[in-house]
T-cell receptor
Framework: EAQVTQNPRYLITVTGKKLTVTCSQN?????MSWYRQDPGLGLRQIYY???????DKGDVPEGYKVSRKEKRNFPLILESPSPNQTSLYFC?????????????FGPGTRLTVT | AQSVTQLGSHVSVSEGALVLLRCNYS??????LFWYVQYPNQGLQLLLK??????LVKGINGFEAEFKKSETSFHLTKPSAHMSDAAEYFC???????????FGSGTQLTVLP
């Protein structure tokens, strides 16, 4: 089944404790992206990757890191999480440019930072 | 500032009634316009999109949207609501020459029996 998977689905952590949220897709998609969703703000893009080893900042990249060493994986790293990073995170992938190709979204990761 | 505005964070309709979800945008260049739906505890799913051509766009599940340049709008409609349409709906726009989408704040649709 074609899908985008994220792990973990739920995470509660403390300020400053490094964490990684994994994202994997099995559709051989070139483009992958991370979004955060906050009430009243919709989705905001954190980082995106056009291909392996090619990443770029989205609208809200501060406090986040990403890497794209393999085509299928696009982990999101929070080196020193803070409470303002409490949010619902979505990974998405598409065959190419999301303006031209449909984005497929993962089920989301709900992160709470205390 | 360029933006995407969804009027009404919550909309309630009766089953069988018309669904109208509003989206207005500001963009200095011809926009690319999208509607996504998010069912409870799931990721977003593309409903429909407008890039060029016919301004009335049909999507999945009986939804459609019309691009009106003069009104800078891309409202989503469905003639008859079904209980399964209850979800959150997001309008998204390509702003200017950006290669990414900007999402609106979302509209939660409730369908009443």
């Amino acid at each position: 089944e074609a899908q985008v998977t994220q792990n973990p689905r739920y995470l509660i952590t403390v300020t400053g404790k490094k964490l990684t949220v994994t994202c994997s897709q099995n559709m051989n998609h070139e483009y992958m992206s991370w979004y955060r969703q906050d009430p009243g703000l919709g989705l905001r893009q954190i980082y995106y990757s056009m291909n392996v080893e090619v990443t770029d900042k989205g609208d809200v990249p501060e406090g986040y890191k990403v890497s794209r060493k393999e085509k299928r994986n696009f982990p999101l790293i929070l080196e020193s999480p803070s409470p303002n990073q409490t949010s619902l995170y979505f990974c998405a992938s598409s065959l190419g440019d999301p303006l031209s190709y449909e984005q497929y979204f993962g089920p989301g990761t709900r992160l709470t930072v205390t | 500032a360029q933006s995407v505005t969804q009027l009404g964070s919550h909309v309630s309709v009766s089953e069988g009634a018309l669904v109208l979800l509003r989206c207005n945008y500001s963009s200095s260049v011809p926009p690319y316009l999208f509607w996504y739906v998010q069912y409870p505890n799931q990721g977003l799913q593309l409903l429909l999109k407008y890039t060029t051509g016919a301004t009335l766009v049909k999507g999945i599940n009986g939804f459609e949207a019309e691009f009106k340049k003069s009104e800078t709008s891309f409202h989503l409609t469905k003639p008859s609501a079904h209980m399964s349409d209850a979800a959150e709906y997001f309008c998204a726009v390509r702003m200017g020459s950006a290669r990414q989408l900007t999402f609106g704040s979302g509209t939660q649709l409730t369908v009443l029996p």
